[in-house]
């Protein structure tokens, strides 16, 4: 018995022998009416299973934020007559990893099992999802864990970044708010709030659900039934979309950081626009890409400006952004942010290179597969896929799409959506100017 857990760890790093394209995913369906996604693949015996509520931050109180958070905490502190000790010791007994988090849209449970064990992990994955209990003495002991990771967080200036360059880029918009909450928004939240927020988000409206190993379709149906028969039927309504968001602005939050982080960004294409997959080829090029990227021969490379510049996009269920940041000294951060405005202005100028397109296009198809070499990867891409409304079918054309991508359309995109005009910045710790060389003017330092 003591073998399993770590036996159970051995199996979900073990890599499947399999290409993107070999993955087959079929749409199951039951009495349940939850969409639930599948991909069989038998030479593993274990189970992997991601289950999306909408019950993201966006849907927190005003005034309680980091509910949505606070609620994911629990999921595994205790199910239906199982106390919180109990559960973890019925989990621990079968080698069962039960976990949730919460973004900004949805709480996503993820579960893992042996295939043995299959029986007993749905019955307990089915308590969490009908039957938590939030117990008083399991929520005081994670408000005291939140609470001390909201400090810790406070004491990075990446994450001070992000959380200020949200709050000035949506402004009142539900999205503005931090996925952890904060101090006094955590303190205020009480049990009931807990239990009501899980009553009308922990419904069958709009729930995704993937799973991915050794389960066959009629053995899933089974255990579907058996998840979310006791579900209320609610509508959760949806996150509206921002209307007054992402006015350009640059502000600085004075710390005392030897780097200053600063996160900068502007809005960009919604995942299931046109534009996105050449806009995401060109993000590769621009700042995606690593060591390969512009941004970071030009910065770290070229200059030595920063210890690391990336660039990414992020689709949220009613918003999609272009977002990236940079650290650096607190003497050049200031230089390694014009430095990158100008880079934006001219890759959005004169777009990028047939080299660099074949270049993005090999690694973005050729990398594709080591996300899904495992079924717990496998399940989390599936379920991210399902919440971006996306088709069963993603997995097998995602390659194609890549490559059939043009410089015309890549350089199309940059003008459309690198404009450094409509940037948002954010600077967490307080830059100083550039030391002089010896008999230079400051004006000259940077050059």
Known sequence: ?????????????????????AITVKAVHSPSGVETWLSEEHSVPMIAVNIAFPAGSAYDPTDKPGLATFVSSLMDEGAGDLASEAFKQALEARAIRIGASADRDYITISMTTLKENADEAFRLLGLVVSHPRFDTEAVERMRVAILASLKQEDEQPSTVASKSWFATYFGTHPYARSES?????VQAITVN????FAADHMVRDRVKMSVAGDITDAQLRRYLQQLFVSLPAKTVPLVSRPADAGKPASNTIPRNEPAPVA???????????????????????LGGGGFSSRLMDEIR????LTYGVSTYLADYKSAALIVGSVQSEKSKILTALDVTTSELARFAKDGATAKELADAKTYLTGSYP?????????????NAYQRQGLTP??????NALI?????????AMAKKWYDPAKLVIVVAGTPEPAAAAPNQKQGNAAK
Request: glycine content about 8%.
């Open 1 to 21: 018995m003591k073998l399993r857990p770590a036996l159970l760890a051995l199996l979900i790093s073990v890599s499947i022998p399999a290409t993107a394209e």
């Open 181 to 185: 909450g904060t101090p006094s928004g």
């Open 193 to 196: 709030d807990i239990k009501t």
């Open 263 to 285: 996160m900068f960004g502007f809005a960009g294409p919604m995942r299931l626009d046109a534009d996105f997959i050449p806009t995401f080829v060109a993000n590769y090029i």
């Open 301 to 304: 490379d070229k200059r030595g």
């Open 370 to 382: 080591l996300g899904l070499d495992s079924n717990a990867k496998i399940a989390r891409t599936l």
């Open 393 to 398: 079918d993603y997995v097998e054309k995602r």
């Open 403 to 411: 490559q059939g991508v043009t410089l015309a359309q890549v350089n």
